[in-house]
């Protein structure tokens, strides 16, 4: 995002890195506050406050999904290797889609540095994310190039490019599972099907 800041605005980059600075110090106070809460029971005591205010009610259904919340979440954080294992391989992907948009905009004769290829891929990805109600962010992704490609000085037609060739390696890798797929499920709907009188 400084980078995106960086590009949209032309500040000075010590006071973009102070503004990050600071910005970064108080998301990891929001975040070490929210982690303590959770480690105390954080889903219980919110509906026990909720309770308080909404007045006499049978809220016993609640009260135990609310506990079993807060139990799945300590089991979570107990499990550090695996949410580490599991940041780690997200840290990993990030970076192979990072030299992913590299190397098409190399092959598309429109080389970019690899902060401008770090910064496209992240935005990127937040656009994705942010379209998470649309099947596949269709449309979105597309859109989303277009305008992050001008930021970086790509022509409108390169950024519809970049974001196409990524479309192009997903159908790669989910056509196979899909078509795998389809023929599971009729090999079960035929064996499901009852024999005729």
Same mark, same amino acid.
């Given at each position: 995002m400084s980078l995106l800041g960086a590009y949209a605005t032309h500040v000075s980059e010590s006071t973009l890195r102070n503004s990050s600075l600071i910005a970064s110090a108080f998301l990891a106070l929001q975040i070490g506050g929210f982690y303590l809460l959770q480690r105390r029971g954080f889903f219980s005591k919110l509906l #026990?406050?909720?309770? #308080?205010?909404?007045?006499? #009610?049978?809220?016993?259904?609640?009260?135990?999904h609310a506990q079993a919340i807060d139990a799945a979440v300590e089991l979570t954080y107990r499990r550090g290797a695996a949410v580490a294992t599991s940041f780690g391989l997200s840290l990993i992907g990030w970076l192979v889609g990072t030299a992913e948009v590299y190397w098409i905009l190399q092959l598309l004769g429109s080389p970019v540095?690899?902060?401008?290829?770090?910064?496209?891929?992240?935005?990127?990805?937040a656009i994705r994310g942010a379209a998470?109600?649309?099947?596949?962010?269709?449309g979105v992704q597309e859109g989303g190039y277009l305008l992050l490609g001008s930021v970086v000085g790509l022509h409108a037609e390169t950024g519809l490019a970049?974001?196409?060739a990524k479309r192009a390696r997903e159908l790669l890798l989910g056509l196979p599972g899909l078509l795998y797929l389809h023929w599971a499920e009729r090999g079960g709907a035929r064996t499901a099907r009852p024999a005729p009188p």
């Open positions: #026990r406050a909720a309770v #308080r205010f909404v007045g006499k #009610r049978d809220w016993s259904d609640w009260m135990s540095g690899w902060s401008d290829a770090l910064m496209l891929e992240s935005v990127g990805q998470f109600a649309i099947p596949g962010a269709l970049l974001s196409l």
